[in-house]
């Protein structure tokens, strides 16, 4: 089955320094690619998406490109900032699923920013 | 704010009891998921609504049912818990059932304990 394994945390990095999260998937076919953000005491939240191949998500300055010869779709960020602690999940959704969100998730990444 | 809404926000309940969780999509979206978040399995997808009609089915147990009313809220029903069901159950809702474009929004959560 679809499965998608994100690196192992907590991260604590100090402000303005440089993010990666990695994460790497299996699925069939050419599923789309998906990263969330968790707040403390909040939902998930889309922060970016991929839906093919060599495609670029961005936002925030998060940013993240699906490579399918391996398999990846790493979170970078070239200055986090105390406000982007939070947990990170990795997800795919298989295009051939017929259901547009059934998400399959990463163990999530715990990043801490410290001023 | 996403603009779904999950009540209750937290439960405590005893095990062999039955609860039911309550979602109400942001207002358009004709599809709801519902996902469990445990320390142990990770975030899962349960299972997908549209418009009334169950659409999909991940990882839900047999003491677990889901519906969605007219009204396009849902609701899902937890039976006979064990102590293992404690989690964080998520709710989601989308526009469209299909489709790589489409964005699911998640609600707060609903943090079910089982004693």
């Known amino acids: 089955g679809d499965s998608v394994t994100q690196m192992e945390g907590p991260v604590t990095l100090s402000e303005e320094a440089f993010l990666t999260i990695n994460c790497t998937y299996t699925a069939t076919g050419y599923p789309s690619l998906f990263w969330y953000v968790q707040y403390p005491g909040e939902g998930l939240q889309l922060l970016l998406k991929a839906t093919k191949a060599d495609d670029k998500g961005s936002n925030k300055g998060f940013e993240a490109t699906y490579r399918k010869e391996t398999t990846s779709f790493h979170l970078e960020k070239g200055s986090v900032q105390v406000s982007d602690s939070a947990v990170y999940f990795c997800?795919?959704?298989?295009?051939?699923?017929?259901?547009?969100?059934?998400?399959?998730f990463g163990s999530g990444t715990q990043l801490t920013v410290l001023p | 704010d996403s603009g779904v809404t999950q009540t209750p926000k937290h439960l405590i309940t005893a095990t062999g009891q039955r609860v039911t969780l309550r979602c109400s999509p942001r207002?358009?979206?004709?599809?709801v998921y519902w996902y469990q978040q445990s320390l142990d399995q990770g975030l899962q997808f349960l299972i997908q609504y549209y418009n009334g009609e169950e659409r999909a089915k991940g990882n839900i147990l047999e003491r677990f049912s889901a519906q969605q009313f007219p009204d396009l809220h849902s609701e899902l029903n937890l039976s006979s818990l064990e102590l293992g069901d404690s989690a964080l159950y998520f709710c989601?809702?989308?526009?469209?059932?299909?489709?790589?474009?489409?964005?699911?929004?998640f609600g707060q959560g609903t943090r079910l304990t089982v004693v």
């Open positions: 989601a809702s989308s526009v469209a059932a299909t489709g790589q474009n489409t964005e699911a929004f």
């Open positions: 997800a795919l959704s298989p295009i051939s699923s017929g259901s547009a969100r059934q998400l399959t």
């Open positions: 207002s358009g979206d004709l599809s």
